[in-house]
């Protein structure tokens, strides 16, 4: 077991290779997702992995809500590593699982994330492409629709704040 830890924004300690319930604070999710830049930061305006979250919230049924609140909230301890990446990457989707499978654990969630949820985290590229993506080399070959939603690319200010909103609003 490793004691390597990592001190959050609220001044705890973290142990990424060790997850424990006790460990997460909203407040931490909150604010290190504000200040994650979606995409690797290859985008046309900042554009947090908060406010993605609360789109993906925004879109989905009541009693899915928090989950797709929550769907990112292994990256608050961890990089946000674009999709094409992570599969390449020995060990790093199953420590993600494991802290994802602590965050549903702590926030009362069902494990493992429900499909509607990454249905919906995904047609929420659709989306968000055009606007962040304005040269877009080849075809994304997305799977499903664009969903409406306006991307704004909001502060990391805002971001926490909308986020930690929506958490207040749906938090059992």
């Known amino acids: 077991m490793s004691s390597a830890w990592i001190q959050t924004y609220t001044g705890r300690k973290f142990y990424p290779l060790r997850p424990n319930g006790r460990d997460l604070n909203i407040v931490d ?6 200040m994650k830049c979606r995409y690797a930061g ?51 989707v199953e420590l993600e699982h494991e802290i994802m499978s602590v965050v549903s654990l702590r926030y009362s969630l069902s494990w493992p994330e429900p499909r ?10 659709a989306d968000e492409q055009p606007v962040l993506m304005p040269n877009v080399p080849d075809d994304w070959g997305l799977s499903e ?5 306006t991307i704004e690319g909001w502060a990391p200010e805002r971001a926490k704040a909308e986020f930690l909103r929506r958490f207040e609003k749906l938090a059992p």
């Open 29 to 34: 999710i909150a604010h290190a997702l504000s």
């Open 42 to 92: 290859h985008c046309k305006f900042f554009y947090s992995v908060a406010e993605h979250s609360v789109h993906v919230s925004l879109n989905l049924p009541p009693e899915l809500a928090l989950w797709g609140l929550l769907h990112d909230a292994s990256e608050a301890y961890l990089p946000d590593v674009p999709r094409p990446i992570k599969a390449h990457l020995p060990g790093f």
């Open 116 to 125: 509607e949820v990454k249905r919906v985290d995904t047609a929420i590229l």
């Open 145 to 149: 629709p664009p969903l409406g939603v």
